[in-house]
T-cell receptor, first 113, second 112 residues
């Protein structure tokens, strides 16, 4: 079974803090994705990575950056957290870039005060 | 830039009834996938249908795809209370490095 873990289930941060969300997968998948999910808006892609040190912007990259130094780990960074980044953050992986099934982590619910 | 749009936004039925959810999309696709999300959890993949397929079954799930109408449907037969969840369709376009384009989802509630 593919296992995708996220560093925290719940996180509370203050405005202006730098926030790190980590995602780790154990199946040697090439592609990893970060989404945010807000009520009524569905899932929106923030960034994704198709190889170590490679990244692509998604639909809403502003205010975020990512890091992929090792194949199994994909980090989402909020450089200076703002209240409008309060959301559910979901990480996903897929074996290659051919559009197969994505495997999701349990999600991190982030509250920025 | 959501690709899919699910219909209805919310569906409420009794146990034992069938649940049908629809998804429409705008551009040509390689495949279309359905996912389920229990409240506050990650998404779980249910079924993938390729653009050259018209129908696919998996247990109590039946998915159809009509590429001429750019639409898909997910049918859950003999629904159970445990099927209560949000259901999302997601599409894969051409050379997009495996990214999915999700709709906003249908919230299904199955009453015992």
């Amino acid at each position: 079974d593919v296992k995708v873990t996220q560093s925290s289930r719940y996180l509370v941060k203050r405005t202006g803090e730098k926030v790190f969300l980590e995602c780790v997968q154990d199946m040697d998948h090439e592609n990893m994705f970060w989404y945010r999910q807000d009520p009524g808006l569905g899932l929106r892609l923030i960034y994704f990575s198709y190889d170590v040190k490679m990244k692509e912007k998604g639909d809403i990259p502003e205010g975020y950056s990512v890091s992929r130094e090792k194949k199994e780990r994909f980090s989402l960074i909020l450089e200076s957290a703002s209240t409008n980044q309060t959301s559910m953050y979901l990480c996903a992986t897929t074996p290659t870039g051919r559009g197969e099934t994505q495997y999701f982590g349990p999600g991190t619910r982030l509250l920025v005060l | 830039s959501q690709q899919g749009e699910e219909d209805p936004q919310a569906l409420s039925i009794q146990e034992g009834e069938n649940a049908t959810m629809n998804c429409s999309y705008k551009t040509s696709i390689n495949n279309l996938q359905w996912y389920r999300q229990n409240s506050g959890r990650g998404l779980v993949h249910l079924i993938l249908i390729r653009s050259n397929e018209r129908e696919k079954h998996s247990g109590r799930l039946r998915v159809t795809l009509d590429t001429s109408k750019k639409s898909s449907s997910l049918l859950i037969t003999a629904s159970r209370a445990a099927d209560t969840a949000s259901y999302f369709c997601a599409t894969v376009r051409g050379s997009t490095l495996g990214r999915l384009y999700f709709g906003r989802g249908t919230q299904l509630t199955v009453w015992p």
